[in-house]
């Protein structure tokens, strides 16, 4: 089954309280979010704390989000890098009405490209959702390499990929190609890979002016760069903050200024520092005090 991943998508974060998710700050956030523009909601990302959750507490986030979504797609990221447990948990997401599922290359164990290859070939035959390659090199230890993604392209429940790689010739080649949509997922990117011709992005910044982004993108799709180089130079500032500090807690940080969230995490993740916070909440004042564009 095909499904069309363009578009702005937020990896929300997790909310807690006391230690256990907070399902009612969860589907307020969802809530807000939806009316936004947005293509769709990522759930159980880097930005959500994924790994740190047990598979009664993902499937809580994830049942809060999806009926929170009110029919918007939701993506669920695949934790883990023992297989056998990896089987276990996409039976368990099979009782979810999902538009994917997003999978990096299991970490620590360094495989060889064909081993990579193996690996995501194996989950996509199982999969019952179209699978996202979720290339993060500098959390999983490994590259995949060029040839091994358009390998993978060609698998027909292979259908997008999240860029986290940093190679804007290897961006290019997948968009080129056109067997995977390419989705921006470093922040900084989201401009240069929507020009290059990708489809969208997954971006935690999203969590601030999502509006922005969304209308960015229109702006690009229209050929329009001047307007959307304006808008997405206005979010740069934010953006370089937010990520100053290990995600997600400069995100959850200003987050909780506004009232949203408690400035929760699961151990050893810790909260952002107070002066970047501070750092934040000018900036994100001065972004809604500027007047970008005649709408």
């Known amino acids: 089954m095909m499904f069309d991943f363009s578009g702005i998508w937020l990896p929300l974060i997790t909310p807690f309280s006391q230690q256990v998710v907070d399902s009612d700050a969860l589907q307020k956030l969802v809530t807000e979010y939806r009316s936004t523009g947005i293509a769709g909601f990522v759930s159980l990302s880097t930005t ?3 790994n740190l959750l047990s598979s009664e507490e993902q499937d809580l986030v994830l ?3 999806i009926e929170a979504a009110d029919g918007l797609p939701v993506i669920a990221g695949l934790t883990g890098s023992n297989f056998t447990e990896i089987q276990q948990r996409l039976e368990q997401l099979s009782r979810f009405n999902l538009a994917g599922i997003l999978v990096s290359s299991p970490a620590y164990i360094r495989p060889s490209q064909q081993g990579l290859i193996e690996y995501f070939l194996k989950i996509a035959e199982l999969s019952p959702f179209p699978v996202i390659i979720y290339e993060i090199p500098y959390r999983t230890g490994v590259h995949l390499e060029l040839s091994s993604l358009l390998t993978l392209a060609r698998h027909p429940n292979i259908q997008a990929i999240k860029d986290c790689a940093g ?39 999203v969590h601030f002016y999502p509006e922005r982004y969304v209308q960015m993108e229109r702006y690009i799709r229209a050929g329009q760069l001047e307007q959307a180089q304006r808008i997405f130079s206005s979010l740069t500032p934010l953006i370089k903050c937010l990520f100053a500090e290990p995600n997600p807690a400069p995100v959850k940080g200003l987050l909780t200024s506004h009232g949203k969230i408690k400035n929760e995490f699961m151990f050893p993740l810790q909260p952002a520092s107070t002066a970047l916070i501070q750092t934040l909440g000018d900036l994100y004042f001065q972004i809604g005090n500027k007047r970008l564009i005649d709408s």
């Open 48 to 50: 959500g704390e994924a």
């Open 63 to 65: 049942k809060t989000t």
């Open 167 to 205: 190679s804007p010739e290897i961006t290019q080649v997948l968009i080129a190609d056109g067997n995977l949509q390419v989705l921006a997922g470093e922040d900084f990117n989201i401009f240069q890979t929507l020009c290059m011709g990708g489809s969208g992005a997954i971006g935690a910044a």
